[in-house]
Structure formats: structure tokens, C-alpha cells
T-cell receptor, first 113, second 115 residues
Framework: DAGVTQSPTHLIKTRGQQVTLRCSPK?????VSWYQQALGQGPQFIFQ???????QRGNFPDRFSGHQFPNYSSELNVNALLLGDSALYLC????????????FGEGSRLTVL | AQTVTQSQPEMSVQEAETVTLSCTYD???????LFWYKQPPSRQMILVIR??????QNATENRFSVNFQKAAKSFSLKISDSQLGDAAMYFC????????????FGKGTSLLVTP
């Protein structure tokens, strides 16, 4: 049973560019959440997708957008990259009907130069 | 807004000994969940233990247990018989009962286990 998988594992971009990160949830899960983890910090909630719609959003600008596909996989898009967007981006999946346990992927490490 | 505070940036414990990691949180909600997650160098966050606020009994998972003091808004993690594999970042997290899946994390405690 594959867990949460994310791609790419590492990437380097320059300021002003755009990036797309991908996530496949754990088998059977229908809800995907994205978190940003800056170096030395705890993860910060970006948004959550369920039934292909954004259901909840944290305190992140509109440059951060996402998508969920019919197979429950998800993408995180960040436009107009800033140096401060450098972080580990974590995807987490769960069942919508569960009481809160999230299963995390290993993350995508984004470096913005 | 709910905040989670972990006041110990680093902790150290010898193998087979016991260590307690501290966490406090601030909320006005009555329905919520608390979690401890472990993040090893592999980066994958792994759930260690969870506690529902409405349950008075402290959660236990093998060598891991919590001391949940609801009135004091304290949620500490005790690791007994520490093993080298326990070395990792440990994050305390809070979730409102009806807030979907948005976890509020603390800044983490780095646990070092020495032989």
C-alpha cells in the first residue's frame, strides 16, 4: 500500500518564476492538505482540497493556488516566486470522514534563488 | 487564533531513559484534538499519538504517553525506554474539532538520543 507520494523531491527556481508541486494521496484517501515548512519552523497550513474544491485556506496569498483531480491527486502552484517561498512543502492526505489523522509525504524541497 | 508553544528547542536523553517534551496551547474552543508528530531526517511527518479534548484519560501508545492537562492547556509527551530511533524533531499540533484538517503546529523540539 503506497503512502503519500510527492514530486519532485528537490527543485531550484529563481525569483519571479512559477512552480508546480504534485501529490498522490494514500490509497483510499479523498482529502489532500498542503503545508509549508520553513527551515527550523513547524509546518504552516496552506489549504485543503476535497471533492476537487478548496475547502479551507490558511493565511497565504493568492499566489498560492491548487487543484485536485478526480483521482484525488493534487497540485500546488506558486506564482511569482519570492526568496521567502523557499521551504519544504508537505502534502498530507486523509479520509474526509476521519477524525483527524493526517498521513504526510516526504515533501518537496523548494529553493528560490 | 490558536497558538501552540514548544518551549524546548532541544532535548537530550540517554538510551533506555525517559524524557518529557513540553507543549502548551491557547484556545477558547472546547472541542479540539491534540497531536504529537515525529519528523526524522527523512522529512516524513509521522503521527506518534493523539488526544481528543473530551477524553479525560491520557492517551498511550506503547512507549509514548501524554500528560493532558486541559485546564492548564498543557499537553506533554513522555517517551519511555528511549531508543536511538527516537531521535527526531517532535512537533505538537492542535486542530479545532470542526475545522477540517488545518493543524496548527508548534516550532518543534529536536530530540537527541545518546548511547
Amino acid at each position: 500500500d503506497a503512502g503519500v507520494t510527492q514530486s519532485p523531491t528537490h527543485l531550484i527556481k529563481t525569483r519571479g518564476q512559477q512552480v508546480t508541486l504534485r501529490c498522490s494521496p494514500k490509497s483510499g484517501h479523498d482529502t489532500v492538505s498542503w503545508y509549508q515548512q520553513a527551515l527550523g519552523q513547524g509546518p504552516q497550513f496552506i489549504f485543503q482540497y476535497y471533492e476537487e474544491e478548496e475547502r479551507q485556506r490558511g493565511n497565504f496569498p493568492d499566489r498560492f493556488s491548487g487543484h485536485q483531480f478526480p483521482n484525488y491527486s493534487s497540485e500546488l502552484n506558486v506564482n511569482a516566486l519570492l526568496l521567502g517561498d523557499s521551504a519544504l512543502y508537505l502534502c498530507a492526505s486523509s479520509w474526509a470522514s476521519s477524525t483527524g489523522e493526517l498521513f504526510f509525504g516526504e515533501g518537496s524541497r523548494l529553493t528560490v534563488l | 487564533a490558536q497558538t501552540v508553544t514548544q518551549s524546548q528547542p532541544e532535548m537530550s536523553v540517554q538510551e533506555a531513559e525517559t524524557v518529557t517534551l513540553s507543549c502548551t496551547y491557547d484556545t477558547s474552543e472546547s472541542d479540539y484534538y491534540l497531536f504529537w508528530y515525529k519528523q526524522p531526517p527523512s522529512r516524513q511527518m509521522i503521527l506518534v499519538i493523539r488526544q481528543e479534548a473530551y477524553k479525560q484519560q491520557n492517551a498511550t501508545e506503547n512507549r509514548f504517553s501524554v500528560n493532558f492537562q486541559k485546564a492548564a492547556k498543557s499537553f506533554s509527551l513522555k517517551i519511555s525506554d528511549s531508543q536511538l530511533g527516537d531521535a527526531a524533531m517532535y512537533f505538537c499540533a492542535y486542530r479545532r474539532g470542526n475545522s477540517g484538517y488545518a493543524l496548527n503546529f508548534g516550532k518543534g523540539t529536536s530530540l537527541l538520543v545518546t548511547p
